[in-house]
């Protein structure tokens, strides 16, 4: 599709593209989507300079091809859950981008990935060797992530400093395509306890993937407590020996991610830009740990998991 070069050319394309998913809708008796395509187009018939450009930001590049490539249902969502048109926009590439469903952009918006992607305390730019791949690995990670299925009711546990990290290992392990749902695309499980022998050292690494878009290994640590800063220590370890025992010679080099329940961010921005191996820390919150408002707004975790499992049979 060809880039748009102003407002009038946006608005034309738009009514089209309305016109003829009207049209597809009637042919399949899809009163819902015909009657909302009506709506739409004559809001855009109708409505002034100013209440389109509450919409639709002012700008040369807007991205028609994304805007285009979403359903309407996934545009009133994220109209009636966005507040500004920076985050509308964020939602709106994420959602063509990553193909979400309806209830996969529904989760994005509730965890506020817009305020949490990229914001993790890290020193990719200070270790990675290139500055694209440091932006990729920054935008690849948040700093906060809702393992909203992870139950500690479920599990049996009353009292939360009980929690070890085997616990949430294995609960993270039952729902793997859920947490690699949460930690967005392009990440393949290799496995739990990845073990580590070198120099006669056995070692564990709590999980291990590998991701396509950064093409290196990606070891995560699963911390129950606060912040440590002798976790970077035992993660800078790991990624040593992956990258010198387990990294393909086209692969670039591991990255570590800390997953703990708490940290002061400005002290560990300030501790890991010492370390030579490319690191973030992020925090993680269970069910427990979430408000009511929160657990109202993420969708019905069954919902996915049968969503992820009809996925997978039709691959």
């Not at 490539?69 to 964020?90: M, P, Q």
């Not at 290139?130 to 948040?142: I, L, P, S």
Request: charge should be negative; glycine fraction near 4%; hydrophobic fraction near 35%.
């Amino acid at each position: 599709m060809s880039e748009i070069q102003n407002y009038d050319e946006a608005v034309q394309t738009i009514k089209t593209a309305i016109l003829q998913s009207q049209y597809n809708a009637s042919n399949f008796e899809d009163h819902e989507g015909s009657n909302l395509a009506h709506i739409c187009a004559k809001l855009l018939n109708e409505c002034n300079d100013e209440i389109w450009n509450t919409l639709v930001p002012k700008t040369q590049e807007f991205p028609m091809e994304e805007f285009l490539s979403i359903g309407f249902s996934h545009h009133r969502l994220i109209l009636s859950k966005t507040k500004d048109e920076d985050e509308r926009l964020f939602y709106i590439k994420r959602c063509a981008t990553e193909r979400f469903s309806y209830e996969a952009l529904g989760r994005s918006i509730a965890s506020d990935d817009y305020h949490h992607q990229g914001r993790l305390p890290n020193n990719f730019y200070e270790t990675l060797p290139a500055a694209d791949q440091a932006f990729r690995a920054v935008n690849t990670f948040k700093d906060e992530y809702l393992l909203d299925y992870i139950n500690v009711e479920e599990l049996g546990i009353r009292d939360r400093e009980d929690i070890d990290e085997k616990v949430v290992e294995n609960a993270i392990i039952h729902n793997v395509k859920m947490f690699i749902l949460t930690f967005g695309k392009d990440f393949t499980f290799v496995r739990n306890q990845y073990h580590l022998d070198a120099f006669g050292e056995d070692q564990y690494i709590d999980l291990l993937f590998f991701n396509r878009e950064l093409n290196c290994l990606v070891a995560v640590e699963l911390k129950t407590g606060k912040f440590k800063t002798s976790y970077l220590g035992q993660l800078s370890g790991y990624l040593s020996v992956l990258d010198k025992f387990e990294k393909k010679p086209h692969e670039n080099p591991a990255i570590g991610i800390i997953l703990c329940k708490d940290m002061n961010k400005a002290f560990v921005d300030f501790v890991i830009r010492d370390y030579s191996k490319p690191m973030g820390v992020a925090t993680y919150k269970t069910s427990k740990d979430m408000s009511d408002e929160i657990k109202k707004a993420l969708p019905d975790i069954d919902a996915l998991k049968k969503l992820l499992d009809t996925d997978e049979e039709r691959g």
